[in-house]
């Protein structure tokens, strides 16, 4: 049996970089595509995998072995870390899992699995971890020993040493009490392997964020960094950028903004040194604060009632409790716990409310996702809405009226969904335009866990490409807050 080279895997979780080659003759996998000349080795964690997946072996076909193993995996309950030991699997799993692999290796180090898709011949991670992290991100600069502690949802955190950035595995939702525990563990043992001691600790603006408060209790220099100036910071140096001007499309969910709003919709003049924002979408009210996003029908009813616009006939309304609908509107009237955001992941939950796609959601971005797939069969050749830009602010009212009026003439969602996408593509082009005819820069960088949404993301790199600027997206790092830790630690150092 031999090792040779070959082409990386890209529809497997893990890096493959050789195969195995027994007496002249390949197994193939049947999870990948033969014609690549993958086989069965590159695309199973461990020997068990292989015993339990390989059914053309002769000798294994002698042993038992299920015809159908469904989903084999670590194990967790939503929004807690995974399991690492049999006492705690067996306790607190037993409602999940139909059976059981338990052994007596200790786990030492909790890593879930990766999650990426294919794009042309690149790989797209929406979440970096088994296979992957802490795999180093090379930098464009020699870097002090930083520890960047990310954001709240989707955590990672990011050691840098020299030239070297070390993107900690997905940590998970650090409101979890568990989670925490397992993210200091997780940056006591990356510190000691990679035997960083931290002379600065980058953190989130938010001054409520969990990982804030650990920054706090470090004794060393702390360095504050605003949410989406990271995110831009981070696509920068997955790209082996320098410390130079570009323009940023930090499109997301939520983050902290310089006014205490929250900001999401944010178009930035930036460098790894400072940034300044140069557009953004129009503030709107977000009835419940964070509670919105699991019923996005509570930001489409907020969004309307701020702009105007009326929604009974709607729908989406009828299935809504008129009491609950009534109490948004006076929260949007009072200015009661509806604090304003610029959100563009927000304005896709009240268009996907809006258009009957989904009114309440059981996982972050789903009414968005939904909305998404509706929409590409109709992409190709949709029109754009009408919209205005207006001292660098745009107006959501004219696109929202829009919407409005089609599911009034029962247009198809995926029709509307495919318009909504067109004008949001329009209106980044328009300032990017309008940006580089008032500065001269000509670069684009996009991050933000919105430019995860592969239509959108695919729309505005071709039209960007066509009027003529050079277009960054993430490689190595997820778009989502998974690689914001990378952005605050190389800021922390143009900052200290």
């Known amino acids: 049996m031999k090792l040779m080279k070959k082409k990386p895997c890209y529809h497997r979780d893990e890096k493959p970089i050789v195969f195995i080659e027994d007496q002249g003759k390949d197994e193939y996998c049947s999870f990948c595509c033969a014609r690549h000349g993958y086989t069965l080795a590159q695309c199973c964690h461990t020997p068990l995998h292989h015993l339990l997946l390989d059914q053309a072996d002769g000798k294994l076909q002698a042993q038992y072995a299920p015809p159908v193993l469904k989903v084999m995996t670590s194990g967790n ?46 790989l797209v991670f929406l979440r970096r971890a088994r296979g992957y992290a802490p795999y180093p991100v090379s930098l464009p600069f020699d870097s002090r020993p930083t520890l960047a ?10 050691l840098t ?31 000691h392997l990679f035997r960083v001691e931290p002379e600065i600790v980058a953190h989130d603006m938010h001054p409520g964020y969990f990982t804030t408060t650990f920054a706090e209790r470090l004794n060393v220099r702390r360095v504050p960094v605003q949410h989406h100036h990271a995110h ?14 570009v323009i940023g499309l930090s499109f997301d969910g939520t983050g902290y903004g310089t006014d205490g709003a929250i900001w999401g919709g944010e178009v930035l003049l930036a460098s790894y040194a400072d940034f300044e924002r140069v557009a953004h979408l129009q503030y709107l009210p977000l009835p419940g604060g964070d509670s919105a996003t699991r019923h996005p029908w509570r930001i489409a009813v907020g969004y309307a009632e701020a702009l105007g616009l009326e929604l009974n006939d709607l729908p989406f309304m009828q299935a809504l409790d008129e009491k609950a609908v009534e109490i948004v509107r006076q929260q949007v009237r009072k200015e009661l716990n509806a604090p304003r955001t610029s959100s563009m992941g927000r304005l896709f939950d009240a268009v996907a409310s809006l258009v009957g796609v989904r009114s309440d959601v059981s996982y972050e971005a789903q009414a968005a996702i939904e909305l998404e ?34 599911c009034k003439i029962k247009a198809a969602c995926g029709l509307i969904g495919a318009r909504f996408h067109q004008t949001l593509c329009a209106m980044a082009v328009d300032i990017c335009k309008s940006t580089r005819n008032d500065t001269g820069i000509n670069e684009v960088v996009l991050s933000g866990g919105v430019w995860q949404n592969q239509t959108l993301l695919t729309l505005a790199r071709e039209r960007l490409s066509n009027e003529n600027f050079v277009v960054y997206s993430h490689n190595q790092t997820p778009a989502n807050d998974g690689g914001l830790a990378l952005g605050q630690a190389v800021i922390a150092n143009y900052l200290s």
Do not use: W
């Open 77 to 122: 309950f939503s929004e807690e870390p995974i399991a690492i030991d049999n006492e705690d699997a067996l306790e607190r799993l037993a409602p999940l899992a139909d059976a059981f692999l338990l052994h007596d290796r200790d786990i030492h180090v909790r890593c879930d699995d990766s999650v990426a898709r294919v794009d042309g011949e690149e």
């Open 149 to 158: 502690v990310g954001g709240e949802l989707k955590n990672t955190f990011c």
């Open 161 to 191: 040493r020299d030239r070297y950035a070390f993107l900690s595995q997905h940590i998970g939702d650090m409101e979890n009490a568990e989670v925490y525990r397992s993210f200091e563990k997780n940056v006591e043992q990356l510190s």
């Open 232 to 245: 831009i910071a981070a696509c920068m140096a997955d790209n082996k950028l320098d410390n130079r001007k």
């Open 373 to 406: 797939v509706l929409s590409k069969r109709f992409v190709n050749g949709a029109a754009s809405y009408p919209y205005q830009i207006q001292d660098g602010i745009v107006l959501l009212g004219d696109l929202l009226s829009r919407c409005d009026r089609r």
